[in-house]
């Protein structure tokens, strides 16, 4: 089963690929829902929620914090697709990958699937394997290159790059990503030449500036809309890595755009845009 269109945009970019198999385990084992982990603004929480109404599931989504607005604009996307909401801790959320949390939920949900937080794991690197970045309509591309928060979407690049390199922009501040991305390579196999780097303006997660901003805005008249936490602080770097010679003239580029635009109306209702005030 190949990569397939979604006319949904809360389900664009990477989020379709990574969920696809998941969705399909799911529908195979008759889970009437599915459950997954995100943050008050998270894409992912959105896509689940929407991807889960679109087959007719429930969904339940855990969400870091206690003390969380559920009338942000990103939780009311998820309930607006049925996502049930269950805020917890910070200090209960950084246990959302260990086993014991994990089966107590199974069994408080015996229903429900379980999605990874960010969606990551080997069958969503799958999904993003099949997404074909190494041709172009103007021919072959010299190089394919994404944003990197948790790891899935880069893996599955270099699953499909055939022999094309990848370049990861990294948007977080992890010193254990490289790992990360190396558990979904498996040793045994010969991999494309793959590196990481970190963004080169606010590499922070989440920050960012007016120029950044600008940035973004600056592609709208293209009829290209980038959010500046992942695609547009990753678009910006590569610019910086043209001008500075570091990826050479005459290379052709593969930028693969990984959705997640509903972000912008969570920054505007914090007050984090330029002329945007918190609600």
């Known amino acids: 089963m190949r990569y397939t269109s979604c006319n949904n945009p809360d389900i664009s970019g990477n989020k379709l690929l990574k969920l ?12 009437p829902g599915l459950l997954t982990f995100g943050g008050a603004f998270s894409n992912h929480l959105v896509a689940t929620a929407a991807a889960a109404a679109e087959h007719n599931l429930k969904s339940i989504g855990i969400v870091r914090g206690e003390e969380v607005d559920i009338n942000n604009p990103t939780l009311t996307l998820c309930r607006s697709y049925g996502m049930q909401l ?22 408080q949900f015996p229903d429900y699937f379980q999605i990874p937080e960010g969606g990551t794991c080997k069958a969503a690197v799958q999904g993003v394997s099949e997404l074909d970045m190494c041709n172009t309509p103007a021919g072959p591309a010299s190089l394919l290159i994404c944003a990197v928060g948790s790891g899935g979407t880069i893996a599955g690049l270099i699953h499909g790059a055939q022999n094309t390199p ?13 790992d990360k ?8 196999h010969s991999w494309p030449e793959w590196q990481l780097v970190q963004a080169l303006h ?5 920050h960012f500036d007016h120029q950044l901003w600008q940035f973004c805005l600056a592609f709208t008249d293209q009829a290209v809309q980038l959010e500046p936490i992942y695609t547009g602080k990753a678009l910006y770097t590569v610019f ?4 500075s010679g570091v990826i050479p003239a005459g290379s052709r580029l ?7 635009l509903q972000a912008i109306k969570g920054l505007a209702y914090r007050g984090l845009l330029p002329g945007s005030e918190p609600a």
């Open 166 to 178: 990848v370049l990861g922009i990294a948007v977080v501040k992890d010193p254990g990503l490289p």
């Open 86 to 107: 269950i805020p917890v801790s910070r200090e209960l959320y950084r246990s959302r990958h260990d086993q014991p949390w994990l089966e107590q939920l199974a069994r």
């Open 240 to 243: 910086e890595l043209i001008k």
């Open 20 to 31: 696809k198999y998941q969705l399909k385990q799911a529908l195979q084992q008759k889970y």
């Open 202 to 206: 606010q590499p922070r997660y989440g």
């Open 181 to 188: 991305i190396k558990q979904f390579l498996p040793a045994d």
């Open 254 to 260: 593969s930028f693969f755009h990984t959705g997640g």
